[in-house]
């Protein structure tokens, strides 16, 4: 849900030592790859191409990718978990090490938060 405050939580928790990792930053990436204009539409039509070619689960599998890359032994917060699939991705990877947050807002202040 945008303006919910996920990338507050995510920045917080960054200034506390966690590392982050980017769901979304896999589609920004392939936007730009093909010279795309960076809007919510290109994102959902990019977004929606990966899972239709790679299946529903490759966002899963490139952050736990990017996740086996990241060397220190500090925690991660993993920002923008999308589908069931990639819920329970997570899950069978990381087991109860896997904690899922839900940051949710009612939809005037989420409103509110994206009109300012």
């Not at 490139?62 to 069931?84: E, F, H």
């Not at 990639?86 to 069978?92: L, Q, R, V």
């Not at 904690?99 to 807002?105: E, K, L, R, T």
Request: proline share 3%; glycine share 8%.
């Amino acid at each position: 849900m945008p303006g919910a405050g996920k990338s507050m939580c995510v920045e917080h928790l960054k200034s506390k030592g966690f590392n982050s990792v980017y769901f979304g930053g896999i589609t920004i990436d392939e936007i730009k790859k093909r010279g795309l204009e960076l809007n919510p539409e290109n994102e959902k039509i990019v977004r929606e191409d990966i899972r239709k070619k790679y299946g529903n689960d490759v966002y899963a599998k490139r952050i736990i990718d990017k996740i086996k890359l990241i060397k220190n032994s500090q925690p991660i917060v993993v920002d923008g978990l999308y589908s069931w699939t990639e819920y329970k991705m997570f899950k069978n990877e990381y087991g109860d090490r896997a904690i899922i947050v839900a940051v949710v807002a009612p939809r005037s202040l989420r409103h509110k938060r994206l009109s300012a």
